[in-house]
């Protein structure tokens, strides 16, 4: 975590510090779980004294941004895990409703992000986003289900963070929240689906290709479109899954029945 804290310029108070900080929260630039650099390093880096920087840190922490762990450092609070608190996650987990609405609401806000990141995505964004489909392709390649799905995760936080707007961001990442812990049990049975995973990967090249030549009409509907193939493929493997059952329970009772 090098050169993303610069040094205060003014009247290096603890308010200068702490500022600076939630700006990086704010913005993406920090996430959860992110380890600050030792106090020794961050008073350099902001040419602060360490009274001062443990000052700053301690009215983080009591505003519920950092946690600090006895001999293990400070780090980044869990602020996006709130948005959904865990009674809501549980509601949202055992009603079939939920998903297609998540999906719903996933399409639509998938489609501005990438809108946004086509207009707005630098050259240092459109980096990122191109180090991250290079992985989704050696995870395709290697056929790691379960990595695959962590990449394709990574991506679409990536778009948002692209998209430079504040509250989309952490919308989105408390949307992807539901989808990494996973509250909707067909994150993976959909890659496991017959064609999907080549499917989903070149809808991911289609969204990267369209940020990358600033096309925003063309980012949100490859956004969409994505969105639009899961919720199909999700039913699709759904309806797989209670088709295997079923053969699954016909075999077992006309073995038995052959052995009675």
């Known amino acids: 975590m090098t050169d993303i804290f610069s040094r205060i310029e003014h009247s290096r108070t603890a308010d200068e510090v702490v500022q600076q900080i939630e700006i990086l929260i704010l913005e993406g630039v920090l996430r959860t779980g992110d380890r600050l650099p030792g106090e020794r390093e961050l008073a350099k880096q902001f040419e602060v004294s360490r009274p001062i920087l443990r000052d700053a840190l301690k009215l983080l922490e009591a505003r519920g941004l950092l946690v600090t762990r006895h001999g293990g450092g400070t780090y980044v609070a869990d602020v996006i895990g709130q948005?959904?608190?865990?009674?809501?996650?549980?509601?949202?987990?055992?009603?079939?409703?939920?998903?297609?609405?998540?999906?719903?609401?996933?399409?639509?806000?998938e489609g501005v992000a990438a809108e946004y990141a086509a207009r707005r995505a630098t050259a240092d964004d459109l980096a990122l986003l191109g180090a991250i489909i290079a992985r989704m392709d050696e995870a395709h390649r290697s056929g790691d289900f379960v990595d695959e799905a962590e990449?394709?995760?990574?991506?679409?936080?990536?778009?948002?963070?692209?998209?430079?707007?504040?509250?989309?961001?952490?919308?989105?990442?408390?949307?992807?929240?539901?989808?990494?812990?996973?509250?909707?049990?067909n994150r993976l049975t959909v890659f496991a689906l017959p064609g999907a995973?080549?499917?989903?990967?070149?809808?991911?090249?289609?969204i990267y290709d369209a940020i990358r030549a600033g096309d925003p009409a063309a980012a949100r509907k490859a956004a969409m479109d994505h969105?639009?193939?899961?919720?199909?493929?999700?039913?699709?493997?759904?309806?797989?899954?209670?088709?295997?059952?079923?053969?699954?329970?016909?075999?077992?009772?006309?073995?038995?029945?052959?052995?009675?």
């Open 197 to 206: 995973r080549e499917k989903l990967l070149a809808q991911h090249h289609d």
């Open 83 to 109: 948005v959904f608190s865990k009674p809501v996650i549980e509601l949202i987990s055992s009603h079939r409703k939920a998903a297609a609405d998540y999906l719903e609401y996933r399409r639509e806000i």
């Open 151 to 185: 990449v394709d995760v990574e991506f679409h936080h990536a778009v948002g963070e692209c998209a430079h707007n504040i509250i989309l961001l952490h919308t989105l990442r408390s949307c992807y929240r539901l989808l990494s812990e996973d509250v909707f049990q």
């Open 227 to 260: 969105i639009t193939y899961v919720e199909r493929a999700a039913n699709e493997a759904e309806r797989h899954g209670d088709w295997q059952r079923v053969s699954r329970l016909r075999l077992r009772q006309r073995s038995d029945g052959n052995d009675s």
